[in-house]
């Protein structure tokens, strides 16, 4: 059965290191999304990408977030000068149209030091 | 407030027992979906609904759309099924968005 992946699963960074977190959508799919998740707080949203462009973005993501999607197969996330508190569990999810469910990555556990 | 409120946060419970996680919602929607998050932290998708009732093997979900408000039943519970479960929204009117709106989850203990 098709999945999400995202790489790599674990990165530790220093504070002010740009990170880029990978994902790879189901293959078919054509919206995508980015969720973040603090440790022991709710999931919460951050960005969706369709049709090559950011369709909304939340306060959470600001100036120092920017996502991409390459080549055709990855969508990426990248944090420029990363900080303590974006240290969570970042979560890649993609869907095929606009009544489908989406579909979770397992998620990168991003810690910030 | 919460958007999207579940109760209750945590729950114990013994294995055979069946288990009701309710959620309540103050947003107008197109979707509900009900998640399952292990501790390794992966987040599984259980069921997405916009009316009615649905049933997976010994999970069933129901909505009632007029009052906001959705259950998640498990029957013949069993360890296995320890995990966070967490009710999430698709708001209406997202357009090419369809961002998901999630509760804070609530963490279900099934002792054997």
């Known amino acids: 059965e098709p999945e999400v992946t995202q790489t790599p699963s674990h990165q530790v960074t220093q504070m002010g290191q740009e990170v880029i977190l990978r994902c790879v959508p189901i293959?078919?799919?054509?919206?995508f999304y980015w969720y973040r998740q603090i440790l022991g707080q709710k999931v919460e949203f951050l960005v969706s990408?369709?049709?090559?462009?950011?369709?909304?973005k939340s306060e959470i993501f600001d100036d120092q977030f920017s996502v991409e999607r390459p080549d055709g197969s990855n969508f990426t996330l990248k944090i420029r000068s990363t900080k303590l508190e974006d240290s969570a569990m970042y979560f890649c999810?993609?869907?095929?149209?606009?009544?489908?469910?989406?579909?979770f990555g397992p998620g990168t556990r991003l810690t910030v030091l | 407030k919460n958007e999207v409120e579940q109760s209750p946060q945590n729950l114990t419970a013994q294995e055979g027992e069946f288990i009701t996680i309710n959620c309540s919602y103050s947003?107008?929607?197109?979707?509900l979906h009900w998640l399952q998050q292990h501790p390794g932290g992966g987040i599984v998708s259980l069921f997405m609904?916009?009316?009615g009732k649905k049933k997976h093997g010994r999970l069933i979900a129901t909505i009632n759309i007029q009052e906001k408000h959705s259950s998640l039943h498990i029957t013949a519970s069993h360890p296995r099924d320890s995990a966070v479960y967490i009710c999430?929204?698709?708001?209406?009117?997202?357009?090419?968005?369809?961002?998901?709106?999630f509760g804070t989850g609530t963490l279900l203990a099934v002792q054997p």
């Open positions: 999810a993609s869907r095929t149209d606009s009544y489908n469910e989406q579909f």
């Open positions: 293959s078919n799919h054509l919206y």
């Open positions: 990408f369709y049709n090559n462009e950011i369709s909304e």
């Open positions: 947003v107008g929607i197109s979707a």
């Open positions: 609904l916009s009316s």
């Open positions: 999430a929204v698709r708001s209406k009117g997202g357009g090419a968005t369809n961002k998901l709106i």
